[in-house]
């Protein structure tokens, strides 16, 4: 390797990799203190990028020196301590450096025979996930490229499951003419649910759904009415963590309900499922366990990179019914192998499976549990710090990770002061976070699941949001 030679260029690869390797170091080692939000326009990035596709070949350490520099002023600083937007985590180190190994090692991680270590590994995974999960031993996963895709692989599996129970073989014959499948979801149930129900011919305008509590917990009372002389088959989703509050709907409850109407249910548990994983809190998930399905984000709390996401059934057959696909020339695994390609929508990926690994063997089951409590004890004291202050109103009770705020000045439009106020803090640079609308009301939300963040961050964090308050 170290003496082929690049083409366009006078050096090898092992030379070009050595200072990739260096750009990137030098990259971690200022992500902690550098301005969280990006610097430059996209017009300027492109400016800078944009240049003409040359005709020959050009030199690839030069490409990566102007790309790493130019790049640079676009980067927001999700890797760092205080970025706090959209339930974003950072990259563990041992999962960064297994994810290079990942890249180097070129897997496609479709099938056992074209890689055994990618299938052994998230058979191995899978073990230890729903052991942290509090899931069945015998749960299937696949895993897919995020939140989105794992909603839609664990509904497609509700589908099949659902459907059959009618009569009807969805893969083979399609939507046309099937039989109505009723779809019921929260009144808060996330986007990358609708944007699932969409894909899967199901509609994201025709589910029905349930009203919430004051802190956006699925109300079981009215799911029992609402399922009262439904006849049709029938999926029903929930949330372990809602995306504002980080509250949990009644899973126990829920269960009962919906199995006893002969239903699917599927719990989205993008980030608030990890809450199994740590004792002090594992109260917030009981009936997890119920659930038909669960989908899961791995590069929310437990910090592996983009992209991954994890879609557990506790039913093989209708997992591997929805996702099966199967060409002549596709060489079977033995007996008791594990085939990736039979749990995920898609062929040739990533594997995805060694960087979970890296993650979960670095952390043990203590570091996974400490590193929630860690994050959901900072958002606690974030919660703190900010109420206290009189022109803030904290909108949640902060159970988990998130923290929802508004500004409601004397004088004025709190929705308008409270967008002011994000503009404000993202443009100040200490740390970013979004905006959102909680029951008719613009709020500021702030999410805390990245590994290196800590109690001094969290405190630099809340002087410079106090500091961006209205006067």
């Known amino acids: 390797m170290s003496d082929l030679r690049l083409p366009g260029a006078d050096i090898t690869t092992d ?6 390797c260096e750009v990137a170091t030098d990259y971690l080692g200022v992500v902690r203190e550098r301005r969280v939000g990006a610097e430059a326009t996209y017009a300027a990035i492109l400016d800078a990028l944009g240049a003409p596709l040359s005709d020959a070949p050009e030199d690839p350490l030069g490409i990566i020196e102007r790309l790493a520099a130019n790049a640079d002023p676009g980067l927001v600083a999700t890797a760092g301590p205080r970025y706090f937007g959209f339930v974003t985590g950072g990259v563990l180190p041992a999962a960064l450096a297994a994810d290079w190994l ?8 479709f099938s056992f025979v074209v890689s055994p270590a990618a299938a052994a590994l ?15 031993p015998d ?12 909603n839609f ?19 083979a014959q399609g939507l046309f003419g099937a039989p109505a ?25 025709r589910v029905t759904r349930i009203p919430t509590d004051a802190q956006g917990r699925m109300r079981p009372d009215l799911l029992r009415t609402a399922l009262q002389g439904i006849n049709t088959p029938l999926l029903v989703c929930a949330q372990a963590g809602n995306v504002n509050t980080g509250a949990f709907d009644p899973l126990p409850e829920i269960a009962a309900i919906v199995h006893n109407a002969g239903g699917w249910l599927h719990v989205d548990g993008a980030f608030g499922a990890w809450a199994s994983a740590s004792p002090r809190l594992r109260h917030l998930t009981a009936g997890l366990e119920l659930a038909d399905s669960v989908s899961v984000d791995g590069h929310k709390w437990l910090n592996v990179p983009y992209d991954c996401g994890f879609a557990f059934t506790r039913h093989p057959a209708a997992h591997r019914a929805a996702m099966w696909v199967d060409a002549p020339y596709y060489v079977p695994a033995p007996d008791a192998v594990r085939d990736n390609h039979h749990f995920v929508p898609e062929a040739s990926r990533r594997a995805r499976g060694f960087a979970v690994y890296a993650a979960l063997r670095s952390l043990g089951r203590q570091g996974v549990a400490d590193l929630v409590d860690r994050c959901c004890m900072l958002a606690q004291r974030m919660a703190e710090r900010l109420s206290s202050d009189p022109r803030v109103r ?21 929705d308008a002061a409270t967008a002011a106020l994000i503009r404000r803090v993202q443009e100040e ?9 909680w029951h008719g009301m613009h709020a500021m939300r702030i999410a805390i699941c990245n590994w290196s963040t800590t109690e001094h961050d969290v405190e630099l964090a809340a002087d410079a949001i106090i500091r961006c308050l209205p006067a």
Not at 153 to 168: F, Q
Request: net charge negative; glycine share 10%; charged share 15%.
């Open 153 to 171: 692989t664990c509904l497609a599996a509700g589908r099949h499951a659902a459907l059959e129970r009618a009569g009807w073989n969805v893969e």
């Open 122 to 136: 998230e058979e191995v995974v899978r073990r230890w996930l729903a052991e942290l999960l509090g899931l069945a």
């Open 429 to 437: 640079g200490t740390c970013w976070l979004g905006g959102t609308t």
């Open 102 to 109: 990942t890249s180097t090692w070129d897997q496609n991680a």
């Open 15 to 20: 030379a070009l990799l050595r200072r990739t």
């Open 139 to 150: 749960v299937t996963l696949g895993i897919v490229s995020g939140g989105t895709m794992a």
């Open 181 to 205: 499948l009723t779809v019921v979801t929260s009144d808060e149930s996330h986007a990358s649910l609708f944007a699932a129900l969409q894909m899967l011919g199901l509609g994201s305008a």
């Open 394 to 414: 904290l909108l949640n009770d902060v159970v988990l990770n998130q923290v929802l705020i508004r500004t409601e000045p004397a004088a004025g439009d709190p």
